[in-house]
C-alpha cells in the first residue's frame, strides 16, 4: 500500500459515449448495491426462515391439537395457519430491507457519491423502486409458496389441510357428547384451490406492499431506526389504537389502514370480516397507501439536499 | 469549464454561500482556499447538484451537471472519502458507481491497481483506514476518465505519504491537461500544487487570481537589512524612491525595491550591512491578512491576532 511515487495515469480511453446515462445503467447499479451487501441476505434469510418455520410449528400444533380432540377439526382454516406467521412477521422482516434500500445509503452518506455518479435523481429513485419491488416480490411469492407446502406437509394426516390441487372438504362444527364423549360434526367447508392460490398469492402481494411502504417511509425519513417504527406504529400500533374505538363505527375507519387487508386475504373458510371489503378491493387499499408514500417520497428524494 | 454565477445558499438563517461567481479555467489546478467553514463545501455541493442553490446557477460546459450525458466522464468529484457502504466491497462500490454512466466493466480494476487497492478490490471498504478510502475515492473519481477534477480536502486527516500521494496525482492529472479544482484550508498545501486561487470567506469571494498574482499582492513582499547606521540608510533609500521603516534593533524593511537595488544603494553609500535578505510573506501569512475578517470562529491566542502575525523568511517552493 505504500506507494508514494506519482502514479502513473495509464488508463485505457474508453469507449467513445453514445447516447446518455439513464434508467438502464441505473437499474444495473441498484441491483448490484442490493446484491453487494450482506443485510440483504441476512433479512431475506430471516424472513424465509421465520415465515417457514413458523409454519411448520403452527402445521405440527394443528396436527397434535386434532390428535389430542378430534373436535379441533372443526372450521380449521389450514391455508392460513400457513400464511400467518409470514404474513404477521415477514412483512416485519422484509420492512426492514424496504428501509434500509433507501436509508442504508443516507446513514453511510453513500447518496451523495450516488448522486453525484448520477444527479438525475428521479432516475435514480425509479431504479431503486423497480429493483427492491421485484427482488421483495420474487421473494415474498417463493416464501409464500415454500411456507404454505411445509405448513401442510406438517399437518398431513391430520385430516385437515388445504390444496391447491383438489378441493378440501372439511367439518364446519362439532359437538362433542360430554367432556370425554364422541364427537360429531355437522355441515361442511369445501375449500377450492382457487380459494387457496388467491390466499397464497394475495399474502405474499401484501408483504410486497408493506415492503414498498417502509421504502416509502424511508425515502421521506431517511432514517433507518425512524422509518422502521413508522412501519411498526402505521400497521401495528394504529390499528389497536382504532380497536378501542366503539365498534358502532370504528370498522367504518379500520377499513381504510393498511392491515386491513391482512384480515381478508388470508382467510380461505369463508369467514370474511362482514365489516370489511371484500379481499382484492381491501388490498386495493393497502395499495393506495403504498403509492402515494411512495409519491411523496418520490417528490421529497428530488428536491430536499441530498 | 466549470461557470459559478451569482451563487447564493442559505442555511435557515445563516448564509453559507452569497452571491459567489468564479469561473474554473481549463488544464490547471486551481485552489479553493477559505477558513473552516467559509462555504468551500457547499460551493462544491452547489455544483454538483447535491444542494439546491437558493439563487445563482452554475454550470459545467454550458451545463447545469445534471443535465450531462455522462456526468462521471465529465467530472470526477469526491467530497467526501468516507460517504460509501462500508458493507460494500471497494471492488463492488466501483462497479455500483461505474454501471450508472455505462461504463465498461474493465474499467474498475484498471482504476483499483492505478490507486493500488488492487489486492484489497474484494474486502468491504469498512475496515478501510482514511487513507485507503481516500484512495477509493479517487478510483472513483478516475472511473470516467473526467476532464474536471474536484476534490475537498483531499488531504485532511493523511499521514505525510498520503499527503505526497495525493500531491504528486493532481500535479500528474494536471499535467495531462486536466483541470483540477482542489479546495483546502491549509494556504501551505495549495503552495506546492496550484497554479490559480479562489479564495472565500464568510461565503463570499475574496480573491480570484493567479498564485503569483496573489504572492505579489500580499503587503509583506519586503527587503530585509539589518545595519549599524539604519539612520543613513533610510534617507539614501528615500533618495532613490523607496520606503524603508524601522522593525527593531537597527532592523529595516524596504519596500518598493528588489534586493539587489538595496543592496547597490547601500554600497555606494558606503553603508554597512550585516544582513540583506528577502523577506517574502509566506502565503499562509498572505492568506491569513485576506482572510481575517471572514474568519467563522477565532481562536483567541494572547499575541497572535489574525492579521497581524510576524513575518517570518519565506520559503516557497522548498516544501517538495
Known amino acids: ?306 | 469549464m466549470i461557470e459559478v454565477r451569482g451563487l447564493t445558499k442559505r442555511y435557515g438563517t445563516k448564509v453559507a454561500v452569497n452571491d459567489l461567481t468564479f469561473g474554473i479555467e481549463p488544464g490547471k489546478v486551481t485552489g479553493f482556499l477559505g477558513p473552516n467553514g467559509a462555504g468551500k463545501t457547499t460551493t462544491m455541493r452547489l455544483i454538483l447538484g447535491l444542494d439546491y442553490a437558493d439563487a445563482g446557477s452554475v454550470s459545467v460546459d454550458g451545463k447545469p451537471y445534471r443535465e450531462l450525458a455522462y456526468p462521471m466522464r465529465e467530472v470526477g468529484a469526491l467530497l467526501d472519502a468516507k460517504a460509501v457502504h462500508g458493507g460494500r466491497s471497494a471492488y463492488n462500490h466501483l462497479l455500483c458507481l461505474a454501471q450508472t454512466n455505462n461504463l465498461p466493466k474493465s474499467r474498475v480494476g484498471e482504476v483499483l491497481e492505478l490507486v493500488g487497492l488492487s489486492e484489497v478490490a474484494r474486502k468491504r471498504s469498512k475496515g478501510f483506514s482514511l487513507g485507503m478510502s481516500q484512495r477509493l475515492g479517487i478510483a472513483g473519481t478516475l472511473l470516467g476518465d473526467p476532464q474536471v477534477l474536484m476534490f475537498d480536502e483531499p488531504v485532511n486527516g493523511l499521514d505525510p505519504e498520503g499527503i505526497l500521494w495525493i500531491r504528486n496525482l493532481m500535479k500528474a492529472l494536471a499535467a495531462e491537461g486536466r483541470t483540477v479544482f482542489v479546495s483546502s484550508h491549509l494556504m501551505a498545501e495549495m503552495e506546492h500544487t496550484a497554479d490559480s486561487l479562489i479564495v472565500i470567506g464568510k461565503g463570499k469571494l475574496i480573491a480570484d487570481c493567479t498564485m503569483s498574482e496573489f504572492i505579489a499582492r500580499s503587503s509583506g513582499a519586503a527587503v530585509r537589512v539589518r545595519t549599524p547606521s539604519p539612520d543613513q540608510l533610510v534617507l539614501a533609500i528615500a533618495a532613490k524612491g523607496g520606503t524603508a521603516t524601522a522593525d527593531g534593533d537597527g532592523t529595516l524593511l524596504v519596500r518598493g525595491m528588489t534586493l539587489d537595488t538595496v543592496g547597490d544603494i547601500a554600497f555606494e553609500n558606503e553603508i554597512r550591512l550585516h544582513e540583506l535578505s528577502i523577506m517574502r510573506a509566506s502565503l499562509e501569512e498572505a492568506f491569513m491578512e485576506l482572510t481575517a475578517d471572514s474568519v467563522e470562529y477565532h481562536a483567541g491566542i494572547p499575541g497572535a491576532a489574525p492579521g497581524n502575525v510576524p513575518g517570518a523568511p519565506a520559503n516557497i517552493g522548498s516544501g517538495v
Request: glycine letters at 8%; hydrophobic letters at 55%.
Open chain 1, 1 to 306: 500500500m505504500a506507494t508514494t511515487t506519482a502514479p502513473g495515469l495509464r488508463l485505457s480511453s474508453l469507449p467513445p459515449a453514445t447516447g446518455r446515462a439513464g434508467l438502464v445503467g441505473a437499474l444495473r447499479s441498484e441491483f448490484t448495491k442490493l446484491r453487494s451487501v450482506r443485510s440483504t441476505y441476512w433479512t431475506i434469510a430471516a424472513l424465509f426462515i421465520v415465515s417457514v418455520g413458523i409454519a411448520a410449528i403452527a402445521g405440527f400444533a394443528i396436527a397434535n391439537s386434532i390428535h389430542n380432540n378430534p373436535a379441533n377439526k372443526a372450521s380449521i382454516d389450514a391455508t392460513q395457519a400457513s400464511l400467518l406467521a409470514f404474513f404477521e412477521f415477514g412483512q416485519l422482516i422484509i420492512a426492514v430491507l424496504g428501509a434500509l434500500a433507501i436509508t442504508s445509503e443516507y446513514s453511510t452518506a453513500m447518496i451523495r457519491t450516488s448522486l453525484t455518479a448520477m444527479p438525475r435523481r428521479g432516475t435514480v429513485f425509479a431504479a431503486k423502486l423497480i429493483v427492491f419491488t421485484t427482488v421483495a416480490l420474487i421473494v415474498s411469492l417463493i416464501t409464500s409458496f415454500v411456507a404454505f407446502f411445509v405448513g401442510q406437509a406438517a399437518m398431513s394426516g391430520s385430516g385437515v389441510g388445504a390444496s391447491l390441487f383438489h378441493s378440501v372438504t372439511i367439518p364446519r362444527n362439532a359437538i362433542q357428547q360430554g367432556p370425554t364423549g364422541p364427537v360429531t360434526f355437522s355441515g361442511t367447508i369445501v375449500i377450492s384451490p382457487g380459494t387457496v392460490l388467491t390466499a397464497i398469492i394475495g399474502t405474499a402481494l401484501l408483504v410486497t406492499a408493506v415492503a414498498l411502504i417502509a421504502f416509502a417511509l424511508g425515502a421521506i425519513i431517511r432514517h433507518t431506526a425512524g422509518a422502521i417504527c413508522a412501519v411498526i406504529g402505521l400497521m401495528f400500533v394504529l390499528p389497536i389504537i382504532v380497536a378501542v374505538l366503539p365498534n358502532t363505527w370504528r370498522w367504518d375507519i379500520m377499513r381504510f389502514f393498511p392491515d386491513a387487508a391482512g384480515r381478508v386475504l388470508t382467510v380461505t373458510i369463508g369467514q370474511q370480516n362482514q365489516h370489511l371489503w371484500s379481499a382484492w378491493p381491501q388490498f386495493g387499499v393497502t395499495l393506495i397507501w403504498a403509492a402515494v408514500l411512495i409519491a411523496v417520497g418520490a417528490y421529497l428524494f428530488r428536491k430536499r439536499d441530498a
